[in-house]
Each structure stands twice: as structure tokens, then as C-alpha cells.
């Protein structure tokens, strides 16, 4: 189990010591000590790894190298120097992988199926199936097509569909509404709405969550203040009070997974699905923007407990009327921040980024930290 504490430090292994102020809603701060350890050398099967893997649809590289490796953002390194994996990218459902050791190094070698034929009186039909994907795309590119996180002022700045003729109040594809007009018109635009106000632990808005209903195009911009626009390619009805963007949505980075560093830090703040409580293959956002942190960045996920009062009984702090402590008198006990899983970035914007979980052995909550790996 991994965690963020002041334990012990294994002096075969290189450790580095995070030392963060971490503030909390009381008004004494408490510092959080972080001991980040990790192997200095080589690559290391996982306890209990198969010899043997049978590649199943709809795996992902990720996944298997969860099977073989503590640390799976190093998965390349299992076949770097294997010449029967030319590119690890091309592997197929029904490939048997099996673990060798050369040279003191684990390596994975590849045996793979023959092409299944099919054959008929007057047809030969070849079935190659697709190659895995390192994560799964299939849930992470609604977000990328559909979500951006847009600068608070930015989007205020937006205009907005007021109605149309009909009083209607739901708009759909062929429909034509007014709108008010702000800034220089445009022949095309998303119809977006507002999602969610992204804010990181102390309150500060990091931006305006947006999803996209629908398209629009301009019909008249002749009207001083208003414009009349057509409602074409609707994912959903639009509203009244749905913006129009003229900008375009980030599309897919380019993904090369890294390790996040020990000053790589933050907190996960919301998420794309509107629950509670997150798992595997939730994407998650994080206060942490472009300036701080990459596409592809691998980051463990924390949770840490509640404080715990020293008193008799011991109490949490907040439970039954329970009394904090303001002296640093060793009566109130700050617990350690327990690795619960991990995240991959693959989305960054000015102040927040969006991450997949790739692993959680438990239920991920708003405010988990997340740091190094």
C-alpha cells in the first residue's frame, strides 16, 4: 500500500521528501509531509504477475500492464528491447503475451494467431481485428468532442439564444431563434450550456464548465443587439439562455505518459458526470492547468482521513461537537494521505486539466489529492 507520510525511509530505494502547506477550512494550517519513495533501478515484475496473457477485446495497453507492473506508465520498458514487438501499439485480441528474462530485464514476447478466413462459394473475407489502444479512447473522446472548460470571463462575454416566434422553449435542429448579439458575428457556432462553475479548494473559479448541445449558423446580423440564427446538428434541445461559441474545442494531445514530479500537486476538484463518488474510467478534473502540468502526466490519487482529537474517547475532528485543538500540543493527529489509485492526464486548459482514472481500489471523492505516482 502506498502512502504519503513521515514513515521509515528503505535506504536501498531513492526517496524524495515533499513538504506541502496544505490548508484546511479551520484557520491554523497543518503541513502535510510527503515521503515519496520509488526504485532506483531496473524494472520490477508485480507481485503475483502471470507468466502468460491472453489479449481480450477491449483491453487496453494499460490494462496489461496493470497485470505485470506496479508502476504501468513504464510499460513500454517491458518490450523496448524485444524485436518481436515492433510497435506495441499493434496488438491484437487473441496475441498470447508471455514474460522472459534476458539479460536480468523481464521482456515480453508476443505470440500471435493466425489470420482466421473465412470461406464461401463466391467470397473470401479476411477478419483482422483492430489493434488495443493504450487507454480507452471509447471513454475518454465524448469529453474531448463534447466538454471545454471555458475562462469565467470568457464566457460571460458570450452571446446567449433568447427565443424564437413559436415561445417555444426547447430548440431543436432547422429551428430558428434570436439571439442577443455581443462582439463581431460569425457564420458558425456551437451551441453550448453551462455545466458546472469549476472551483479549486479555496473557492477561486478556475473556469466555466460547457457542454455542446448543438450547432448553429448565422441567418441575420442586421438587427442592432440581436441576431437571428438556425439550430442545425442538435445532440440535445437547446434552450433559452444556451450560448454560442465561435471558437474551437481542444481535440486530442498528443499523449506521451510520464510520471508526474514531486512538485506536481493538486486536488481533484469535479468531474464529467455529475456523481458523487468516482471510479475507474470516471474522468476527473483537477486544479492544475498547462503551466503546471502535461497531456499524458501520470498521477497517483490520495485520500486522506479525517484529524483525529486525542482525547478520551479519541474523537474526529467535526464529529459530536468534538473540540480542535489549536496548539500544537501532539493532542490532535493528522492522519497520512493513502494512495487509493491513479489518474492520466489527457486534456490541460488555463487553470484546470481533465484525467481518467486508470486505477482505484476504492471510491474517489471531490478534494482528493493528487500527486506524484
Known sequence: MSKISTGAVDDTMATRILIKSCKTLLSAGVLLLAG???QAFGLTLKEGAPQTYTV???DTLWDIANLFLDQPWLWPELWQNNTQIINPHLIYPGDVLAIQMIDGEPQLVVQRNKKHITLGPSMRKQNKPAPISMLPWTAIA???NQNELIAQEDYEDLPYILGNQSADIRFVTDDIVVSRSYGRSSDQY???RRQSTIKNLDGEVLGIQV????DATM?????PFQWLVKVTKSNFEAQRGDRLYDGEFLGPQDLVLQAATAEQRGHVVGN?????LLGKNDVVIV?????AIEPGTVMGIYEQGPDIIDGDPPQYVGENNALYSVFNDGSTVQQPAIKIGEIVIFKTFDKASYGIITRARELVNTGAIVATP
Request: glycine share 6%.
Open 211 to 214: 457542454h455542446h448541445v448543438a
Open 190 to 192: 456551437r451551441i453550448l
Open 36 to 38: 515519496l519513495t520509488g
Open 287 to 291: 486544479d492544475l492547468g498547462h503551466d
Open 56 to 58: 481480450e477485446r477491449n
Open 272 to 276: 464529467l458526470h455529475q456523481h458523487q
Open 142 to 144: 465524448p469529453y474531448l
Open 219 to 223: 441567418i441575420d446580423d442586421t438587427v
